[in-house]
């Protein structure tokens, strides 16, 4: 019984220390402009984003196709941003690890406020994997 | 009397002195009274006091002047800035096409309300921009934002603010700007007034 209760609690967080860390997200086409060259502020704030920070996937348990192969919709056209933890402090928010069962890797960014939080993560992702092609390119 | 000679006077002399200097001040002097009178602290000060009392008074004056011309002769707005104002918000109304879960991530869709609302906000601050500056206002970008928001977004090189207009219409709107990445800008509004701080950001 012990032994199965363990096996269900999620991995202990670690500490993020190095700046040149990186974290990724899946973002939806939908949150892009410019024909997917610039990702807008609203691709980081969905329901679950909203209590605790937003979500990443730190890249010591996770790759950009681990964390776009962990999307649950394949169908929606989507590419993996990335940012580091330097650029994440430098922009005076903040990143700590939030490990889940089925996700050793997640993260989660805060700041002062949402709207603060999405404005400079919109600015401070770059893309990991970039959008493929529309169906009809 | 010259500035060697005050250091050994008494004090009414000194403030002889210092009456001369300033009198020295008030009327055209040449390099030299000026270098003379200019190693005198107070002599400074005084100047200092009456020169930004000068700027205070004619900012003053120029403000009563400028809303005098924009009474008398009220700046038209041009039928091109109504357009690409316009323009640009029709052209969000497709925000209203994106359905429940289109990003895969739960989000909601966007209802007319709240896309109404978006518009009416940008539509008021252009129009308080246009009546207190003479001119439109940088157009922002109307985007998706979470949970079935909306986002207004402006970026210019030298400044770039958000401002999320929530589905919930008894909440206030939530902003954050940045000026040169230097000046932060955080806070909430009202979305149905038009915002003079906001517009006054805004203005080139």
Redesign the interface.
Known sequence: MAGKIAEESPPQPEEITDREDLFYRWV?H??T?RDGRRI???A???????EEGVSFDWNRYSTPERTLGR???PD?R?GVVMTSAGKIWDNELTVRHAPELNNQAHSLVKG?????V??TLA?ICSWALPLPPKAND | MTVSKLETVDQDEQESAIGEKRFLAERHPTIEDLVEALADKQVVATWLVRFYTAIHELNRRLLRQEAMLRRVSPVRIQEDDLEQLESMIRESRSILQ?KD???????THYTEEVWQRAARFVRLQWGEHFRVFGEPMPLP?I?????GSI?I?WETPDF?L???IPSDPQKEA???G?RNGKRKF?GTLDTSLPNRGLVSWLAR
């Open positions: 939806p939908d949150f402009k807008r502020a609203g980081f704030g969905t329901e679950a984003d909203v999307s649950q919709r929606i989507a002062t406020s949402e709207t603060r999405r404005k600015s | 994106l879960d289109f990003d895969g991530m739960g989000s970008e985007e998706p934002g979470p949970r986002d977004y770039d958000l401002v999320n939530e902003f954050s940045d955080d």
